[in-house]
C-alpha cells in the first residue's frame, strides 16, 4: 500500500486535472441535497439531475413531502433505478425529519443514518456538501481509485477504504479529496476503459499490471 506521502501526490496529480472537482447533483439545501442523495444510489447524478427540479417544485420542504402521495412521488422519479424503493424512503425520510428533527437535516452521522435509505456514504455526502464538516464518502469510483492506486488492499471492504483514506489525508482535505476521487474515477480512470495512455499514475497502477 501507498504512502501518506505517495497518496497525496496521487491526489495532487488528479486535482491537477479536475481543479474545480465537486458535488454535482443540483440541491438548493440541505433536504434537497439528502433527498437528491438518496435518489442517487446506484444511479447517476445526472439522471437523478433530472428528475429532482419537478419532484422539488411540487414538494419544496419535508413538510410538503411527508405528505405526498407515495405513488405521485413514484411517477416522478420512475426513470431513476430502485425508484420505488426510493420514492418510499423519501417520503419516510420527510416524515421523520418533521416528527423528531424539526424538519431540519441533522448534522450527524448517528442522527443522519437512522433516516430511511440513508447509509454512511450518503451521511458523509451531505455532511460534507451541505454542511463543510470533514468526510469521505466511499462511491464505486472512490472505492475503485483507491485499490488501483494502491492505496488501500485488495480485499479492504467500504468501510475500511474509509478509515484507511482518513488515515493517510488530512482531515481538512477530506471533502475536496473525495470530490476529486470520483472525479478521476467518473471521467478519467473509468470502470471499463480507463484513459490509462494518457494517466499520469499509470506506473503506481495495479490496473498497468493487467495490462502487460
Known amino acids: 500500500m501507498l504512502s501518506k506521502e505517495k497518496t497525496m501526490y496521487i491526489l495532487g496529480e488528479m486535482a491537477k486535472l479536475f481543479p474545480d472537482a465537486k458535488g454535482e447533483l443540483r440541491a438548493n439545501n440541505p433536504f434537497e441535497l439528502l433527498i437528491a442523495v438518496i435518489l442517487s444510489a446506484q444511479t447517476t447524478d445526472v439522471a437523478v439531475n433530472k428528475v429532482t427540479p419537478a419532484l422539488f417544485l411540487q414538494y419544496p ?52 443514518m437512522r433516516l430511511p435509505g440513508v447509509g454512511r456514504k450518503t451521511a458523509n455526502v451531505v455532511l460534507g456538501d451541505a454542511y463543510g464538516l470533514p468526510g469521505i464518502a466511499v462511491d464505486t469510483h472512490v472505492e475503485r481509485i483507491a485499490k488501483r492506486l494502491r492505496i488501500v488492499k485488495q480485499s479492504a471492504s467500504v468501510l475500511e477504504v474509509e478509515e484507511m483514506l482518513m488515515k493517510k489525508i488530512p482531515k481538512s482535505l477530506w471533502v475536496k479529496a473525495h470530490h476529486t476521487m470520483i472525479f478521476f474515477g467518473r471521467y478519467h480512470c473509468t470502470a471499463k476503459a480507463p484513459k490509462c495512455d494518457e494517466c499520469p499514475l499509470l506506473s503506481m497502477c495495479s490496473f498497468n499490471e493487467w495490462l502487460i
Open 61 to 112: 420542504t419535508p413538510f410538503a413531502l411527508k405528505d405526498a402521495n407515495v405513488e405521485d412521488v413514484i411517477e416522478k422519479v420512475r426513470t431513476i433505478g430502485l425508484y420505488r424503493n426510493k420514492a418510499k424512503n423519501i417520503v419516510a425520510a420527510s416524515q421523520m425529519l418533521v416528527d423528531e428533527f424539526d424538519g431540519i437535516v441533522p448534522k450527524t452521522h448517528k442522527e443522519l
